[in-house]
């Protein structure tokens, strides 16, 4: 008893200490990033967990534009130095790894790639004035107020009004049915397409909301397979996306499938396997490798630098960091409010499609839409 | 009707898989009064080993799983190895040090395997059978089967042979098995390397039912853990009934209650708890602290 005593009395001097230190250290280490020696860039994003293949791709992105500006001799003579952080897709996670970004002195951020976590990051990096890049796209992202929050990609709104319109316009499809999730990126997507079929004057024949974690998805597909609709909605990660069609198809149901960003990925395709892939229809900002000169460049540098094929996400933050290097250069590596008004002023060509940053931080302003076909993504018809 | 029953279809599947999780968790805590914090991980390593072999080094399904439960089995005679020190010292750290093997093994099969993780086809080819409307996938059949078939030889195992009748001496009373003879390690290992291969065998077969990636680990981990203890911790007939309990509990929670799933399911196990602290078959607790 004595020593379990003696070992809290411990514990608690040392957390003091530790807090005191923590609370010592802006006085001495503090904030604003020095105009000498290597300008330091934050990477946030989850590189363990559920989210951690999304954080992978955008690390690789994001290394690849760091590499090709150092190769040139960097900014204003000046190298770049990328640090990665783990925020393990968690919002708490993301506030701690935010105040060391404002006592470790970097000038910006690039990430992350949750929604959540973006905007738990957000009124820290705002009060800090240090600019990020996110690759979010939930809508309240843009509604947060911040001059110093950007994203690298569509808004949800973006991508399901594109994907909506299609589906009963071009396609004529008249029923439907939705499937999303109640993390912060399938909370964007249930709000963003049901909007968009409100428009339309359409009620979705069943609107179901499962958890990100869900595995089994028998009881609403087989109540979706009664009610025969046209199309099926899915709202949520590649994981989950791919279990959705997969089970879907497994139980009988022959609604074509339609969604966004996650169901343009090689994990979406894998796992529902490419013939049950194929004739999804995708909203997206990125069809495929092939289609400009400039992807073409940006595909062949990835797969020598990482041995693996490009894909959209890792596109965005490869568009997000070379725009904030350009911004950099502009201000030739000084950060804050100068650096944010330079993004602003930035047109910037990139993979996505032409950069144009409103007030909210939006860039990039609409989306095709693409058809998965023999397991690869192409336009559609 | 048509979508209770599918619904009832799709709990057992996955139920079958928890309850195979279930069984190594309850086979270790009877035999060591030990909770293995990391024997979702260990599943998830099967998973991953398994898939290895199946997709890459292209062997048929059944021998690439009858790989994984070895290489498993062998990792779980080093973790009992690396704990061994402190069996009947210090308890606490023991279930902290299997927490510590779960974080570590996760890590290392993201360098090892890579981030993005991978989805593993069906080694069944044949339509689902459809019985009067119902659609059953001949795979979730194989599953079931090899679920129950796993608990009634474990059962036959530790009632019927010297090995797992010593286990059973040292489940009881630990010091008294010594003073007859028996070696308590080897029999701590032998459950850890069973429990372990077990665990292989669930990764293995949820991979192409799932995605194989780090975290599988702590999905079916938890969810095997709440089979165990519904069924009556330490006990293998309760871990199956506990197992195939949960998964139909889950699936219909998340048609009825959609996002808030998981809050039912959980706070319905509490109650369930609460009314029976020992589980359906109400083992005796063990403590060996």
Same mark, same amino acid.
């Given at each position: 008893m004595v020593t379990s005593r003696h070992w809290f009395v411990a514990l608690a001097t040392g957390s003091l200490l530790a807090a005191a230190t923590a609370c010592a250290a802006p006085g001495s280490d503090s904030g604003s990033s020095s105009s000498s020696g290597p300008i330091k860039i934050a990477v946030v994003d989850a =590189?363990?967990? =559920?989210?951690s293949s999304l954080g992978a791709w955008e690390l690789k992105g994001a290394k690849l534009a760091v590499q090709q500006v150092n190769a040139k001799g960097g900014i204003d003579g000046r190298k770049v130095k990328l640090s990665v952080f783990d925020d393990q897709g968690d919002p708490t996670t993301g506030t701690s790894i935010a105040r060391k970004i404002v006592s470790g002195g970097y000038t910006a951020m690039i990430g992350t790639a949750e929604s959540a976590v973006t905007q738990a990051m957000n009124p820290i990096l705002k009060s800090a004035k240090i600019p990020s890049i996110t690759s979010g796209q939930a809508t309240a992202i843009t509604e947060l107020?911040? *001059?110093y929050q950007f994203l690298n990609g569509p808004t949800s709104a973006t991508y399901d009004n594109t994907l909506e319109e299609y589906l009963t316009k071009? @396609?004529?499809?008249k029923t439907f049915a939705m499937i999303t999730n109640n993390g912060g990126y399938g909370v964007g997507e249930h709000d963003a397409f049901t909007a968009a079929l409100k428009a339309s004057g359409i009620e979705p024949v069943v609107n179901d909301v499962v958890t *990100?974690? =869900? @595995?089994?998805f028998s009881a609403v597909l087989t109540k979706i397979r009664s009610k025969k609709p046209d199309v099926l909605f899915i709202g949520t990660e590649e994981v989950e996306a791919g279990l959705i069609a997969k089970q879907a198809r497994q139980l009988g149901l022959t609604a074509v499938f339609a969604g966004s960003a *996650?169901? +343009?990925t090689p994990v979406y395709v894998q796992t529902a396997g490419a013939d049950v892939a194929d004739g999804t229809l995708v909203s997206t900002p990125?069809? +495929?490798?092939?289609?400009?000169e400039a992807s073409k460049a940006f595909a062949a540098a990835y797969q020598k630098a990482f041995g693996e094929t490009a894909e959209l996400h890792g596109a965005k933050s490869y568009d997000g960091t070379s725009i904030f290097l350009a911004a950099l250069k502009q201000t030739k590596g000084k950060g804050g409010l100068a650096m944010a008004d330079a993004v602003r002023a930035e047109k910037y060509d990139g993979l996505l499609g032409s950069f144009d940053f409103d007030d909210k931080g939006v860039g990039i302003h609409q989306t095709v839409i693409g058809v998965i076909s023999g397991g690869k993504l192409g336009p559609a018809s | 009707m048509q979508v209770t029953l599918q619904t009832l279809v799709g709990g057992l599947t996955l139920g079958a898989i928890y309850a195979l999780v279930a069984l190594g968790f309850s086979l270790v805590y009877r035999t060591? &009064?030990?909770?293995? #914090?990391a024997h979702g991980q260990v599943a998830m390593i099967g998973a991953f080993t398994m898939s290895t072999f199946y997709? $890459?080094?292209?062997?048929p399904f059944v021998l690439a799983i009858g790989i994984a439960v070895v290489v498993t089995a062998v990792l779980g005679l080093v973790i009992e190895r690396v704990l061994r020190p402190l069996e009947g010292k210090d308890f606490d750290l023991m279930l902290i040090g299997t927490i510590g093997f779960g974080v570590m093994l996760e890590a290392l099969a993201v360098v090892v395997w890579g981030a993005t993780g991978r989805a593993v086809p069906s080694p069944l080819h044949t339509a689902p059978l459809s019985v009067a409307g119902l659609k059953i996938q001949t795979y979730s059949l194989l599953v079931l089967v090899v679920a129950l078939v796993t608990t009634a030889m474990l059962v036959g195992f530790l009632h019927r042979t010297r090995v797992g009748a010593a286990m059973q001496a040292v489940a009881m009373d630990p010091e008294a098995a010594t003073s007859v003879g028996i070696h308590v390690g080897r029999s701590n290992a032998i459950a850890f390397a069973i429990g372990a291969g077990l665990a292989a065998l669930a990764g293995g077969l949820a991979g192409p039912m799932l995605y194989v990636n780090a975290t599988l680990g702590s999905t079916i981990g938890i969810k095997g853990f709440a089979a165990a203890i519904l069924g009556g911790f330490g006990n293998i007939t309760g871990a199956i009934v506990g197992g195939l309990g949960i998964g139909v509990l889950d699936a219909f929670a998340a048609g009825r209650f959609g996002g808030y799933s998981d809050l039912v399911v959980f706070l319905l196990f509490a109650v369930l708890i609460m009314v029976r602290? $020992? &589980?359906? #078959? &109400?083992e005796r607790t063990v403590n060996r602290a």
């Open positions: =590189q363990s967990g =559920q989210l107020g911040s *001059p071009t @396609k004529s499809f *990100p974690d =869900q @595995k089994d *996650p169901l +343009s990125y069809l +495929s490798n092939d289609a400009t | 060591m &009064g030990l909770v293995n #914090f997709m $890459t080094a292209k062997l602290p $020992t &589980g359906i #078959f &109400g």
